[in-house]
């Protein structure tokens, strides 16, 4: 039988009334192929997967869909914590596995997700203006080897949350537990309903990469957590760029301060996951008439007070002078502080965490950050000698700093002249990130570009939409 053309126009016009929209866009999209649960073998395939991916998912999903993904994401990370915190640790071979469960369970349960896309609005005779939380896009992320797996739970949960996609780069160093942690969290999402490649990765991590990520204009913003030189490479790529990098964070412990406290905290934050935080406790700067009771209180927490030959023995072991100029060796970096021990000879210290010494300020230990569980002790003779020394060790990183005193103007004058991000008094600095302490965690400590501790509404951009000739209003 043949059709009139008002009977074809007719059969077309029902047809397109019936179709689901957003099914249609959701299978309409050509299919990326290449991937293996979000891992790639080559990074602009990364790209070009995760950048379909972000516009199914801003388009086609809502915030409670983000809110129940992220939520499934938590309970799974949960389940394979030990299993993660047991990778990293065999892979990268630095920290402690008890530690590393500690890291990943705060970043599973206490990294935002949603809940901190707040709506700002302005009603007036004017009209109504409101001011929203919107996506970026695709980001790229560079991951370190310290907190490998931590940091791709932390960045996905806050990157998801916003609205985006994201590209991570991690470090060679770390990159089977990445893989696989990457690939669990993908059939996560993918098995609560998100799309596929909303987290991708090139499987082999590379310089190049990181180029590729630069140049693209599919990826909108870059976020780089380690060390300061990845960060002002990425600030030079002309990127938007959120940078996370080094701290060399120092302790001030005055003539007020609880002694046994701040022995028992020091000891506990220096020494956590080998002192691979680069929030963790750095160098102790402490007034003289206090210095003989927390060291005596530190070795009771169970530190061990390396002498001064020991010292010396350690110092070339953990850092290598180059014309006067010292770097730390990284094959120590997050090693237990029993294998220094071992290594110089000193034997029975099998359960160590952490080596102090008594030292002055110029120490290699004290101005270089090493990430390794030795915690140079430097006496001074006054309060103002103590601020001083600490601003000049921390180097203007910004980062993080505490204190232990019991004098309020002491706590304010330091906080002022030390101007860092996390800022903990009486407390281990572990607090200024959750971990024993309130607020939410991130290992994304954005101090260079400002942002400062990382959550989804910091991988967001404001978007304002305005109503005007007081639309809306009723009174």
């Not at 000193?346 to 390794?372: A, K, S, W």
Request: charged share 25%; with cysteine; hydrophobic share 40%.
């Amino acid at each position: 039988m043949e059709l009139k053309a008002e009977e074809i126009q007719l059969i077309v016009q029902q047809v397109l009334e019936n179709i689901d929209v957003k099914k249609l866009s959701r299978v309409s999209r050509p299919p990326v192929s290449g991937g293996d649960c979000g891992v790639f073998k080559c990074v602009k395939e990364a790209i070009d997967a995760a950048y379909l991916a972000q516009r199914d998912w801003v388009n086609n999903y809502r915030l409670e869909d983000r809110r129940r993904i992220i939520e499934a994401i938590r309970v799974t990370a949960e389940k394979h914590a030990e299993e993660l915190a047991k990778m990293v640790r065999d892979e990268t071979g630095m920290g402690r596995y008890e530690d590393k469960v500690q890291k990943h369970l705060a970043v599973i349960r206490k990294t935002p997700g949603v809940e901190c896309l707040t709506t700002d609005a302005v009603s007036g005779d004017a009209g109504l203006m409101i001011e929203e939380c919107a996506p970026f896009g695709v980001i790229g992320a560079i991951t370190p080897s310290t907190n490998p797996t931590e940091t791709i739970i932390n960045n996905t949960i806050s990157m998801i949350a916003g609205g985006n996609a994201v590209v991570f780069n991690v470090h060679p160093g770390a990159k089977k537990c990445c893989a696989y942690c990457l690939k669990l969290l993908h059939k996560t999402i993918v098995e609560n309903g998100g799309p596929k490649n909303l987290i991708t990765m090139q499987e082999e991590p590379m310089m190049e990469a990181v180029n590729v990520l630069t140049a693209s204009p599919k990826i909108r913003l870059m976020a780089g957590t380690g060390g300061m030189g990845m960060v002002n490479a990425l600030l030079r790529s002309g990127k938007k760029t959120i940078g996370a990098g080094a701290g060399n964070p120092p302790v001030i412990v005055d003539d007020t301060a609880d002694i046994l406290l701040a022995a028992k905290e020091i000891y506990r934050g220096a020494s956590f996951d080998n002192n691979l935080l680069c929030l963790a406790e750095k160098e102790v700067f402490v007034m003289e008439d206090a210095a003989d009771k927390l060291i005596s209180e530190m070795e009771k927490e169970g530190a061990y007070l390396l002498s001064p030959d020991e010292l010396n023995k350690i110092t070339e072991l953990a850092m290598i002078n180059k014309d006067g100029t010292y770097q730390i060796n990284k094959k120590w970096v997050g090693k237990d502080a029993a294998l220094f021990l071992k290594e110089i000879g000193v034997c029975g210290c099998r359960n160590t965490r952490l080596l102090i010494c008594d030292t002055d300020e110029n120490h290699p230990f004290v101005q270089v950050e090493q990430l390794m569980p030795v915690l140079p002790i430097v006496r001074c003779r006054s309060f103002d000698e103590c601020v001083r020394a600490a601003v000049k060790a921390e180097a203007g990183n910004r980062h993080t700093a505490s204190i232990f005193s019991k004098n309020v103007d002491h706590m304010t004058y330091f906080g002022k002249e030390i101007e860092t991000t996390i800022y903990t008094k009486n407390g281990a600095t572990l607090k200024g990130v959750g971990i024993g302490g309130e607020g939410h965690t991130t290992m994304t400590i954005a101090g260079p570009t400002g942002e400062g501790l990382t959550c989804a509404r910091s991988f967001t951009r404001k978007r304002r939409c305005m109503l005007a000739e007081g639309g809306l209003r009723i009174i």
